[in-house]
Nanobody, 114 residues
Framework: QLQLVESGGGLVQPGGSLRLSCAAS????????IGWFRQGPGPGVEGISC???????NYNDHVKGRFTISRDDAKNTVNLQMNSLKPEDTAVYYC????????WGQGTQVTGSA
């Protein structure tokens, strides 16, 4: 079965850290662009970071300097290291893979306690 599976979410206090992982099964992430999105309590889905197959990264202004995206090709995984977490980072986080086809993970909940 071709799928992405996120893990690593949880409850964290302000200023804390979490590392989310996005693992692919049934296919290789080698040539895929991988993105992380999140859906908070409000409407809409926010794109927060992406990484190309060459390792070029991008971040939105809300997470720049706090979050780091990286690839682990040996584990066929993309990670999102989240530091200095804030209550407003509370959301369901999804990873997305794009090449000639597209995959979404099922999401993992991150809850920042106030």
């Amino acid at each position: 079965q071709l799928q992405l599976v996120e893990s690593g979410g949880g409850l964290v206090q302000p200023g804390g850290s979490l590392r989310l992982s996005c693992a692919a099964s049934g296919f290789s992430l080698d040539y895929y662009i991988i993105g992380w999105f999140r859906q908070g309590p409000g409407p809409g889905v926010e794109g927060i970071s992406c990484i190309t197959f060459g390792g070029t990264t991008n971040y939105n202004d809300h997470v720049k300097g706090r979050f780091t995206i990286s690839r682990d090709d040996a584990k066929n995984t993309v990670n999102l290291q989240m530091n200095s977490l804030k209550p407003e980072d509370t959301a369901v986080y999804y990873c997305y893979a794009h090449f000639y086809d597209d995959y979404w993970g099922q999401g993992t909940q991150v809850t920042g306690s106030a």
